[in-house]
């Protein structure tokens, strides 16, 4: 979970990742943005950005946003 001062479009990209992943971009409301889904490792110089200004990224394993139903405008909660 990253989380940024400020709304920016921060790009990610997948220097030395040995597993695909899914990009969860929220905005400060804490609602989903968009969703980057199952980015291999081999894509590698590509960056990848939000749609819009995001103020957190989340990144989980690829297939997390999908089995979890998450999907854009979602309101995410997160706990400790």
């Keep these: 979970f990253f989380i940024f ?3 920016d479009t921060y790009g ?3 220097k030395e990742m040995n597993f695909p992943i ?3 971009w929220v905005g400060e409301d ?3 943005l968009g969703i ?3 980015i291999s490792p081999d894509t590698y110089p590509k960056v990848f950005y939000p749609p819009a200004p995001a103020q957190f990224v989340l990144e989980t394993l690829a ?3 999908q089995s979890h139903d998450i999907k854009n ?3 995410l909660s ?3």
Excluded: C, H, P, Y
């Design 63 to 65: 297939g997390f946003a």
């Design 78 to 80: 997160v706990s400790q």
């Design 22 to 24: 899914d990009i969860i």
């Design 30 to 32: 804490m609602r989903v």
């Design 12 to 14: 990610f990209w997948m």
């Design 5 to 7: 001062e400020k709304l």
């Design 73 to 75: 405008g979602d309101l």
């Design 36 to 38: 980057t889904k199952n």
